[in-house]
């Protein structure tokens, strides 16, 4: 069990060796997968319980459910952390595209000039070499080239 803000999680990992669950078939159409692994989470914050089961595959054996765990721990905290980038920098949580493929394209635009931006070398934060890249066509020029 973990205490991190503000919650308590417990995660529990299983790890099946895929030529025990998967049909020969089956096997052969995912060639290198190697193992399946399930993680079953629970969190409780403050009075609510979350549980969950995502499951993964992989092409590693042998490994340990410490290794799965921290794999998995560290794949939210990248998420978490290009999501905090996304709305400190673009202000994506604030956007009003609803409609069709719009949010799947905007995000995907989002996510190109951040990774754009990120590359540049300066001093500036993500937020100032947005808005100077708006202002700025040289500035612009010199970031996509």
């Known amino acids: 069990m973990e205490y991190d803000h ?3 999680e417990v995660l529990k990992c299983s790890i099946l060796p895929s030529k025990n669950a998967l049909l020969e078939e089956t096997q052969k159409q995912w060639s290198g997968l190697k193992t399946l692994i399930r993680i079953e989470s629970s969190r409780q914050i403050k009075d609510g319980l979350m549980q969950e089961t995502r499951y993964y595959i992989s092409d ?3 490994l340990s459910a410490s290794y799965y765990n921290s794999l998995v721990r560290g794949h939210w905290g990248i998420e978490n952390h290009l999501h905090w980038h996304l709305d400190v920098t673009f202000r994506e949580d604030n956007c ?6 719009a949010p799947e394209n905007i995000s995907t635009l989002r996510k190109l000039a951040l990774q ?3 590359e540049q070398s300066d001093k500036l934060s993500l937020k100032k070499r ?3 890249a708006a202002y700025d066509l040289e500035y612009l020029n010199k970031l996509i080239t």
């Open 6 to 8: 503000g919650r308590y």
């Open 60 to 62: 590693e054996e042998g």
């Open 130 to 132: 947005r808005l100077k």
């Open 96 to 101: 009003r595209a609803r409609k069709d493929n």
């Open 116 to 118: 754009i931006i990120r």
